[in-house]
């Protein structure tokens, strides 16, 4: 197996050829905050929360989606990642209704954590407050569009994991949603097969189980992993 | 499966030509909606379900690559339409007032189509005619140099006789 030497955070690391910085930062216990990332699918990229310095070149890289490479210098903490990321998350607050005191997700919400992690205690810019709706059609979960913040990984696990590919993101910029089939009540979209993944997999309240009270929602990310982990190891039989 | 549409709507026929141009593959969704567009003028769920069902792709699928793109209309257009081009130049121009007159004028919003059908108003980011800027588009007829007044006075004319 091919292995590739770096240094993150000043640590010498050894790691296998095919991985990404962010899966040899976690191996070797340094922590990188994400939000779109979700062990089990693939990798977008688009929260921007795990980006990283690259000693030699002046852009930001995802670490997420960046492969490690032989003398590789990376830093994950320095002042100008910590202001981005704090950045970001105030940035997702201010865009939708995240009102943690009535969220079912509260107290297990990813969100929630990253804004303690980063230590936002206000938020810079103007909250939007958009009236967005809240969909309990389908007979076991629900969607209320004011807490997601587009990380797409329901998306993602549903067309993944489960195979019915139920969810997508419909329009762009300011007005994209994840939408359920053609954009019809979740209820009514006949290929969803209720098996809850996206539930799961969601880091925020926005996909709840029907009948949760706040604070009531705790995810299980770690079933995801595990399903797809015993598949390969099935399939390698 | 390559099939005509059951209700025997012959723009079906010239959709199912369409896709099996490009062998029914998933990634010539894109070239199908424009075809699919065209020969409706919109594209309406049964439509969209059909094409995704053809094509085999998930229905969201198909739903979020139309909706991303400001080209597909989801709604019927007006017998006549105009576009009004903002692009630098004409914006520099007056392609702000020219809008409003026409919205005025149509008394409909810029994307929207009057409730009798009548005429739709929309906005362009640039048709790619500068030099004769402002420039609106009308039922597909470039028109230059223009003001707000000759703007509403060919309009005008789609609502009291339904002819430009």
């Known amino acids: 197996m091919p292995v590739k030497t770096l240094t993150i955070d000043g640590q010498l690391i050894t790691s296998p050829a095919e991985q990404t910085v962010l899966d040899a930062a976690r191996l070797h216990g340094i922590k990188i905050p994400t939000l779109c990332h ?12 795990c980006l990283v310095e690259i000693a030699g070149s002046n852009k930001l890289a995802p670490s997420c989606l960046t492969a490690v490479a032989e003398g590789m210098a990376v ?19 201010a865009e939708r209704n ?7 997700a509260n107290a297990h919400c990813e969100l929630q954590d990253l804004a303690t992690a980063v230590g936002m205690d206000h938020v810079r810019f103007e909250y939007q407050f958009p009236k967005l709706p809240v969909d309990v059609s389908h007979d076991q979960f629900g969607i209320d569009h004011n807490r997601c913040v587009m990380c797409t990984r329901c998306v993602r696990v549903c067309d993944e994991v489960e195979g019915a590919h139920t969810w997508d993101v419909a329009g762009r910029g300011h007005n994209a949603r994840v939408i359920t089939d053609l954009n019809q009540p979740w209820g009514d979209a006949d290929t969803c097969t209720s098996c809850g993944k996206c539930v799961q997999a969601c880091p925020t309240g926005a996909l709840f189980r029907q009948g949760a009270t706040v604070a009531e929602m705790e995810k299980d990310k770690q079933k995801l992993a595990y399903l797809v982990e015993s598949r390969a190891r099935r399939a390698s039989k | 499966m390559p099939g005509n549409h ?7 026929k010239l959709l199912d030509a ?10 010539a969704l894109l070239e199908v909606l424009h075809t699919a567009q065209e020969l409706f003028g919109f594209l309406q769920p ?8 053809q094509l085999k792709l998930p229905p969201s699928r198909v739903y979020g690559v139309a909706t991303f793109y400001h080209f597909f209309s989801f709604t019927p257009k007006g017998e006549h339409s105009c576009v009004v081009c903002l692009g630098t130049a004409c ?16 008394d409909v919003k810029a994307g929207q189509t009057r409730s009798d059908g009548k005429a739709s108003v929309s906005i362009a980011r640039c048709v790619g005619a500068c030099g004769l800027a402002p420039v609106a588009v009308f039922d597909g007829e470039v028109a230059g140099g223009l003001t707000a007044e000759a703007a509403v006075k060919r309009v005008k004319g789609w609502l009291e006789h339904g002819s430009g």
């Not at chain 2, 141009?21 to 998933?26: D, E, S, V």
């Open chain 2, 91 to 106: 914006y520099v121009k007056g392609a702000a007032a020219l809008q409003n007159a026409v919205e005025k004028e149509l």
């Open chain 2, 46 to 53: 049964d439509l969209l379900i059909y094409i995704a069902r």
């Open chain 1, 75 to 93: 830093t994950t903490n320095s002042p100008r990642l910590q202001e981005y990321r704090k950045m970001i998350v105030e940035l997702l607050f």
């Open chain 2, 6 to 12: 059951p209700s025997g709507d012959k723009r079906f």
């Open chain 1, 38 to 49: 979700l062990d089990g699918v693939s990798e977008v990229g688009a929260c921007r929360l």
């Open chain 1, 98 to 104: 995240h009102v943690c005191s009535v969220c079912v």
């Open chain 2, 18 to 27: 369409a896709m099996k141009k490009h062998q029914f593959r998933a990634d």
